[in-house]
């Protein structure tokens, strides 16, 4: 796990929900946004030197997401399930699985895991509209 980043507790937060609620975790390879691990990595060189998350992609010629979640309503139509509750605070996800099918009964999100490395990472995410968290 990133330290940039709260992906793993964010993991953690849902795999403690599941174990009460009972679900379904999808695995999708869509590192960085979409932009794969090398150019991650790039990202991660250009944050470092004061750019955030989004205008570091966009220095590397990527947009603010390039993420396809068409795959997952696949997957998920595949399991017999086209209408689930989804965990998370990322509103392209619920917005584009939607889009393919699958309806959303509630959305339940996770909590802001701040952290020493990832407070500007969060709050970019928020001020780009690309996440749903509570950081001031």
Request: include cysteine.
């Amino acid at each position: 796990h990133s330290s940039r980043c709260d992906c793993g507790e964010q993991l953690d937060e849902t795999i403690t929900k599941m174990g009460e609620l009972g679900g379904v975790l999808l695995y999708l390879r869509q590192e960085g946004r979409g932009i794969g691990l090398y150019n991650k990595i790039d990202a991660y060189k250009l944050q470092s030197e004061g750019m955030n998350t989004y205008e570091a992609n966009n220095h590397l010629g990527f947009p603010d997401d390039l993420r396809d979640f068409s795959e997952a309503a696949q997957m998920l139509k595949a399991l017999g399930l086209e209408e689930i509750r989804l965990i998370t605070n990322n509103p392209k996800k619920i917005r584009e699985l939607e889009e393919n099918g699958i309806k959303i009964a509630e959305v339940v999100g996770t909590k802001a895991h701040i952290k020493d490395g990832n407070e500007n990472y969060l709050k970019a995410k928020v001020s780009h509209g690309h996440h749903r968290l509570d950081v001031k």
